[in-house]
């Protein structure tokens, strides 16, 4: 499974997601939009908006969710229990 997370510096609702993630053992890559443009960009064309943590799981693409929409789309997904 392939998950990559977009996140900003300081964004809370990014360090819950990624907390999140983290304490269920899932894998990610996480890009910081704030820390690299090319990122930004890339989050911008997948998901039309600019709000962070927005996830792409197998380029399906969540766009500003945060850890309660994060744990239901990894449920519905069969990823989490």
């Not at 990014?14 to 960009?41: H, K, M, S, W």
């Not at 989050?43 to 908006?49: E, H, L």
Request: with cysteine; hydrophobic share 35%.
């Amino acid at each position: 499974m392939n998950i990559i997370i977009y996140t900003k510096t300081g964004c809370p609702w990014c360090i819950g997601a990624l907390t999140y993630l983290r304490e269920e053992g899932i894998p990610f890559e996480e890009r910081n939009v704030t820390e690299n443009q090319t990122f930004f960009d890339e989050m911008i064309a997948k998901s039309n908006q600019s709000k962070a943590p927005t996830l792409d799981i197998e380029g399906e693409i969540f766009g500003d969710v945060g850890k309660e929409e994060i744990e239901v789309i990894l449920r519905d997904k069969g990823i989490v229990k």
